[in-house]
């Protein structure tokens, strides 16, 4: 079914229907379709888990300190065993998409070469992980785990009150994040800040059904925030891959030369649009957009 909460069941049978179906979709990709097709595999599985934990975050005041401690944890532990694949996954594809973007070949400056170097590196790490049978073993088991804890769930408060609290808390925090990336400018600072937006960017799907015309248009500008500080994450990741790379990928003088200006520049314009649509989408009080969301879900 859909990630949104379907007007004809409870808060905490939403709830409990929601993150059933997201742990459900993870465990099928890591049992049944990751040995065919494991890059595919967890990526989905990724998705599907900051899908539930986005769904906690919803919750998280209604369902007590320790129940959400124990749950998110579990599903971030999770995700980061399978990170490393994915970051590997998108070295080659936005070394490509930054060299277009400014108009240069590939073939130029052995770049063709960092890239097959980028792509036998991940290939590797994917091996490496495709081997290590008892490790996806464990993580389906763990997340089976969490999935019969979260059937059992129950909220301590219901209807509105029970996401009211954390909902405010989670555009507070998005909007205090905005703040520190451009305050600061650094990788992490706008990292953190991404990943707000995409905990806001999910909340939005699962209230879609207060008001379908307004939460769609909402939705679709949180998602184009959140693509940008995705670009710009890429582009950060690969650079602390470059300046840190493994003895097997081959990074030259002249490399570096052409790419870490590019990335530069890059990032100064993501950050310029990025900023634009902060500006809008951040530019209520906490309190006077929780109100906001409160009086579509009355009426």
């Not at 996806?136 to 979260?150: E, M, N, P, Y």
């Amino acid at each position: 079914m859909a990630y949104q909460f379907l007007a004809d069941s409870t808060v905490e049978a939403n709830v409990r229907r929601i993150l059933d179906e997201q742990l459900d979709k993870a465990i099928q990709q890591l049992s049944e379709t990751f040995q065919d097709t494991p890059e595919q595999a967890i990526h989905k599985a990724r998705k599907h888990l900051k899908k539930g934990r986005s769904m906690l975050r919803l919750v998280q005041r209604s369902m007590g300190k320790k129940a959400y401690k124990q749950e998110s944890s579990c599903l971030r532990d999770i995700g980061r065993s399978l990170a490393p694949v994915r970051d590997g996954a998108v070295y080659p594809v936005t070394l490509t998409t930054l060299l277009e973007t400014y108009g240069l070949a590939l073939d130029a400056n052995g770049f063709s070469k960092l890239k097959e170097n980028l792509v036998d590196s991940y290939q590797h790490s994917l091996h490496e992980l495709s081997d290590r049978d008892q490790l996806i073993v464990t993580l389906i088991g763990d997340l089976k785990d969490s999935k019969a804890r979260l059937n059992q769930l129950t909220l301590n408060q219901s209807g509105w009150k029970a996401i009211s609290q954390s909902l405010r808390q989670v555009y507070g925090q998005g909007q205090e994040r905005f703040k520190t990336a451009y305050d600061d400018g650094d990788d992490e600072a706008f990292h953190e800040w991404r990943k707000r937006v995409k905990d806001l960017w999910h909340s939005t799907c699962l209230l879609k059904q207060v008001w379908p015309p307004i939460m769609d248009a909402f939705e679709a500008e949180i998602h184009q925030l959140a693509e940008l500080l995705g670009d710009d994450h890429d582009i950060a990741a690969l650079r602390h891959f470059l300046l840190n790379h493994s003895k097997d990928v081959v990074v030259k003088d002249v490399h570096l030369q052409v790419l870490l200006p590019l990335m530069e520049h890059r990032q100064s314009k993501l950050h310029h649009r990025a900023r634009g649509l902060g500006q809008k989408l951040y530019g209520e009080a906490p309190k006077a957009f929780a109100h906001r969301m409160a009086s579509y879900w009355h009426a």
